[in-house]
């Protein structure tokens, strides 16, 4: 009964070569977010959406796009990974944009490592 | 503007004891304040959450935590570790509606 399903829960991918995470949720949350961890770091907020609307972070770089084809599906495109992109990848979806105020829900993740 | 100091990016007790993590907020209004688990290569778990009224705030796992709004702080106590408490655990506000901000993580080890 997983509410939000993150996958692959581990991806290598090569140096410049796109690649694309998925998340998927049953909670049929408005929200969804996407936050890069580095290792023995916070998470860091990309962007979200609240339904169709998407809401990307100052300094999220280009290289980094989202789509959201509908309520339950929500994806992560890295147009060209390098080396520094390697991370936790963390997808969480509210019921609201002040949905932090209730809960939040976290996937598994999904650890991307560039070659 | 928001913010989120966990003092000790790396806290160890022996099983049994009291485990102390410790965080410090800054928020310009009300707070809402929230504490998560992220065990290895798995995603944030909410432990314990303070919106409003009572102060003390249980959550999951034996854990619970207390907002003092004249100290800026609301740190994470457990009586008694066990050894399964190993994990990362992270400190985060949000106000307003303002997004999630987290601290930076206290990496909790427990010695048998």
């Known amino acids: 009964d997983a509410m939000v399903i993150q996958n692959p829960r581990y991806q290598v991918t090569q140096f410049g070569k796109p690649v694309t995470l998925s998340c998927s949720q049953t909670?049929?949350?408005?929200?969804m977010y996407w936050y890069q961890q580095k290792s023995s770091q916070a998470p860091k907020l990309l962007f979200h959406?609240?339904?169709?609307?998407?809401?990307n972070e100052a300094d999220t770089p280009d290289n980094f796009q989202s789509r959201r084809p509908n309520t339950s599906f929500c994806f992560l495109d890295i147009r060209s990974p390098g080396l520094g992109d390697a991370a936790m990848y963390l997808c969480?979806?509210?019921?609201?944009?002040?949905?932090?105020?209730?809960?939040?829900?976290f996937g598994q993740g999904t650890r991307l490592t560039v070659v | 503007a928001q913010s989120v100091t966990q003092l000790g990016s790396h806290v160890s007790v022996s099983e049994g004891a009291l485990v102390l993590l410790r965080c410090n907020y800054s928020?310009?209004?009300?707070?809402?304040l929230f504490w998560y688990v992220q065990y290895p290569n798995q995603g944030l778990q909410l432990l314990l959450k303070?919106?409003?009224?009572?102060?003390l705030v249980k959550g999951i796992n034996g854990f619970e935590a207390e907002f003092k709004k004249s100290e800026t702080s609301f740190h994470l106590t457990k009586p008694s570790a066990h050894m399964s408490d190993a994990a990362e655990y992270f400190c985060?506000?949000?106000?307003?509606?303002?997004?999630?901000?987290f601290g930076g993580g206290t990496r909790l080890m427990v010695k048998p």
């Open positions: 969480a979806t509210s019921r609201d944009e002040r949905g932090f105020e209730t809960e939040a829900f």
């Open positions: 909670l049929n949350h408005n929200v």
């Open positions: 959406y609240y339904d169709k609307d998407f809401n």
């Open positions: 928020s310009s209004v009300p707070p809402y």
């Open positions: 303070y919106t409003t009224g009572a102060t």
């Open positions: 985060a506000v949000t106000n307003a509606g303002n997004m999630l901000t």
